[in-house]
């Protein structure tokens, strides 16, 4: 089934439907692409439980289990824990969708994370009608059949699993963030950054390291930790919400300011915006180009593909700063309770950064995502 045709059987679902919406056990029970996530829901019945009126269900198809046919072999709290986070707090309408225009949707798996509302999935509707959602450590899925009316909400069928987001050292360490992870133990601030609810990081990319070199390694623990605060907001910030000229206090207190010149990019301060709403456990993780500084916001050039450092003494290095301050065992996350170790939950997924900016393709990768204290490949 091509994913353009959602909108077609749209209208044939709400054609079917009539007047009348069904029970959610009958819009499950009388799909039979759904037919293994109707017997999860049937089993592990705590999966809906607490769902609101006005409501969304992410269905993954029959496909979507063939891929991890290892999946329901796992407990029943794994289970249930990563259905719930296809549970959505809101009535989502894929007919109702912009173009462009990400949606950022509370789910019903509050537990092992550290963000206000529970972890969230992200809807953005792309070209040719193709809505894609998207989840922790690059999870992604289409909509493959839109807006299944039930009463008090509606049912969307998707192809792919969702993964919850992971703590933030391993997303790091998925995306090759692994400078910016290092400078977390140097400076001291992993533990504040992992366990504290509701930030807003900002990750420069490992090249941006590498063009300051002495410029940051040769910092003192404490001076490093200002730098570090300086990426960091005390709220969850969204792509949505960089307006121009919008201004943000950190947790150093300085402040950052959004500007958007004429080709939509975005900087913040000094440094491009490359990949946004890359969604961890306590919050939301966008990735810059350049490492950013209390002392010399800088002023971004436009026509420069990578924005010039901010630090008078850089001087650019080939090896990557702070690797070394890496621990080998980094699956350690907010405290909640354990979720039990996957055994294996496919997506549609990648963790290359250009996938993750262009958000239009994706691939099966073998990703580690930890979810309290747990892990799970992708």
Not at 97 to 102: H, K, R, S
Request: charged letters at 10%; one cysteine or more.
């Amino acid at each position: 089934m091509k994913n353009s045709s959602w909108r077609s059987l749209l209208a044939t679902s709400f054609f079917a439907a009539g007047l009348q919406a069904q029970t959610l056990d009958s819009v499950l029970a009388g799909e039979k692409t759904l037919s293994t996530f109707y017997s999860l829901v049937q089993k592990y019945p705590d999966i809906i439980k607490g769902l609101p009126s006005g409501a969304t269900v992410l269905a993954p198809n029959n496909a979507a289990f063939v891929r991890n046919d290892q999946f329901v072999k796992n407990s029943p709290d794994f289970i249930t824990s990563v259905l719930q986070y296809h549970m959505l707090q809101t009535k989502v309408l894929a007919g109702n969708l912009v173009a462009g225009t990400p949606v950022f949707t509370d789910t019903l798996l509050p537990s092992w994370t550290n963000i206000t509302g529970g972890l969230r999935v992200e809807i953005l509707k792309q070209g040719g009608n193709v809505v894609a959602l998207v989840g922790g450590q690059g999870s992604r899925s289409t909509l493959v059949q839109g807006d299944l009316p039930f009463t008090g909400g509606v049912v969307q069928i998707i192809d792919s699993l969702l993964v919850p987001p992971g703590n933030i050292t391993i997303t790091c360490q998925e995306y090759n963030f692994t400078s910016f992870e290092g400078a977390l133990y140097a400076s001291d601030v992993l533990v504040k950054d992992s366990t504290t609810a509701n930030l807003t990081i900002f990750a420069p990319q490992n090249a941006a390291f590498q063009a300051l070199g002495s410029a940051i390694t040769s910092m003192s623990s404490s001076d490093l930790a200002k730098i570090m605060d300086f990426h960091t907001l005390n709220e969850v910030i969204y792509s949505t919400s960089f307006k121009n000229n919008t201004e943000f206090t950190t947790v150093e207190g300085g402040k950052l300011t959004v500007s958007r010149t004429g080709n939509n990019a975005i900087f913040i301060n000094s440094a491009q915006l490359l990949a946004p709403d890359i969604m961890i456990g306590n919050g939301v993780l966008h990735v810059i180009d350049n490492v950013l500084n209390p002392s010399s916001s800088g002023t971004p050039v436009e026509s420069l593909a990578t924005q010039m450092p901010v630090f008078a003494s850089a001087s650019s290095v080939t090896n990557l700063p702070f690797t070394s301050n890496i621990l080998v065992s980094t699956t350690s996350a907010p405290a909640g309770s354990a979720l039990p170790t996957a055994t294996s939950v496919k997506s549609s997924s990648s963790k290359a950064l250009a996938a993750a900016i262009a958000r239009e393709t994706g691939f099966a990768a073998g990703l580690m995502v930890a979810i309290g204290g747990a892990a799970m490949l992708i």
